[in-house]
């Protein structure tokens, strides 16, 4: 009788153990997901916040500009969410409404004619990425059904064409370096580069066209400096060899 006691205590204690292991195996799996969804959040907020900052001399619409705020007012609400005992985040929600309600979707912005290409390279790499990180972010929220397919495909076509501009504009404006520096070589390259930019792009407005004309002027131009360029080395290389034959076959001096 005591022996069937013991073993039943003894099972009913390593059932109980296994309870408890399984319990806290969940609790620190639902622990764990909790720090993986936070992380996910503070990661789009730092990111967007980033990219708020970083587009001030692009010129995207406010509509988009509007899309990026609802972005991290969503990331905070749901972080607040999961740490509904940080007032920090409940005034970080608070304040992010309010740049929400505060944005004017109509209100106008600076027009692609009028953007102009940073001076430094740097800049121009760093201008080309955030348009990039601008199109993944519109992309994510239009995937989650934050942003209606019109609004999505009409801001990414704006940000592509743009995209474009920024690469035509950056390729010929380091064609024009080089041509300027007599290095007609690279500067071919350049320009060659920018026109199968252009050409290859299904669909063209007057910016393509314009440009397209354009480098297939410099191109034509470049070509016909080229050839000089190759005529004179040559005559110049015929001279230099002529004036060593001549050394070599005229007459000796007698001493």
């Known amino acids: 009788m005591i022996f069937s006691i013991v073993i039943a205590l003894v099972v009913a204690l390593v059932v109980l153990a296994i309870i408890i292991n399984a319990v806290q195996q969940h609790k620190e799996k639902v622990e764990a997901e909790k720090r993986n969804e936070i992380a996910k959040y503070k990661t789009i907020i730092e990111d967007t916040e980033a990219l708020l900052m970083s587009i001030g001399n692009i010129p995207v619409s406010n509509q988009l500009v509007l899309v990026l705020h609802q972005r991290v007012l969503d990331a905070v609400k749901n972080m607040s969410e999961l740490l509904p005992e940080s007032t920090e985040l409940r005034q970080r929600v608070?304040?992010?409404?309010?740049?929400?309600?505060?944005?004017?979707?109509?209100?106008k912005v600076q027009s692609e004619e009028s953007f102009s290409l940073p001076d430094d390279e740097?800049?121009?790499?760093?201008?080309?990425?955030?348009?990039?990180k601008l199109r993944a972010a519109l992309r994510a929220e239009h995937s989650k059904g934050?942003?209606?397919?019109h609004l999505f495909m009409s801001?990414?076509?704006?940000?592509?064409?743009?995209?474009?501009?920024?690469?035509?504009?950056?390729?010929?404006?380091?064609?024009?370096?080089?041509?300027?520096?007599?290095?007609?070589?690279?500067?071919?390259?350049y320009f060659e580069k920018a026109l199968a930019?252009?050409?290859?792009?299904?669909s063209r407005d007057e910016y393509t066209n314009q440009r397209k004309v354009e480098?297939?002027?410099?191109?034509?131009?470049?070509n016909d400096e080229l050839k000089n360029s190759n005529a004179r080395d040559r005559l110049k290389?015929?001279?230099?060899e002529k004036d060593d034959l001549d050394m070599l076959f005229q007459p000796k001096k007698k001493w």
């Open 155 to 189: 801001e990414d076509k704006r940000l592509d064409k743009l995209q474009l501009r920024i690469n035509v504009e950056s390729l010929m404006k380091r064609g024009q370096t080089a041509r300027q520096g007599q290095m007609l070589g690279s500067a071919r390259q």
């Open 146 to 149: 934050k942003v209606d397919t």
């Open 237 to 240: 290389k015929q001279a230099e």
């Open 122 to 132: 740097r800049a121009t790499i760093a201008l080309l990425q955030s348009i990039k």
């Open 94 to 107: 608070r304040d992010a409404q309010n740049r929400v309600q505060s944005m004017d979707p109509n209100e």
């Open 215 to 222: 480098l297939e002027q410099v191109l034509a131009e470049i």
């Open 197 to 202: 930019t252009i050409t290859g792009q299904s």
